[in-house]
């Protein structure tokens, strides 16, 4: 069984920059591909971004291309999301996500969420 804790939300004004830390535990964080997802009120939760194994590959949500940056420390067992320029379109619950496949339509594990809200 593996625990996802998200940490590093907040507010943040329009332009500012945040970043998110997911830490794990219970599993070999290595053997889980990992991403980050977000819902906003009264929206489906959708991709923001995903990373590899090993972290090689990564790939993003058209909306935060160019501003957000997903990385992870294998020794550490922690997925970071750097979130830069952000807008008020990016007010949020982030969730924190791993799957031992790759295979986001159907995820392993989930962390808890942790609010990003960004004023105009």
């Known amino acids: 069984q593996v625990q996802l804790v998200e940490s590093g939300g907040g507010l943040v004004q329009a332009g500012g920059s945040l970043t998110l830390s997911c830490a794990a535990s219970?599993?070999?964080?290595?053997?889980?591909?990992m991403g980050w997802f977000r819902q906003a009120p009264g929206k489906e939760r959708e991709s923001v971004g995903v990373?590899?194994?090993?972290?090689?590959?990564?790939y993003y949500a058209n909306s935060v291309k160019g501003r957000f940056t997903i990385a992870r420390d294998n020794a550490k067992n922690t997925l970071y999301l750097q979130m830069n320029s952000l807008k008020p379109e990016d007010t949020a619950v982030y969730y924190c996500?791993?799957?031992?496949?790759?295979?986001?339509?159907?995820?392993?594990?989930w962390g808890q969420g942790t609010l990003v809200t960004v004023s105009s």
């Open positions: 996500a791993a799957d031992r496949r790759g295979d986001w339509g159907k995820v392993d594990y």
């Open positions: 990373i590899s194994w090993s972290g090689q590959s990564t």
């Open positions: 219970g599993g070999t964080f290595s053997s889980y591909a």
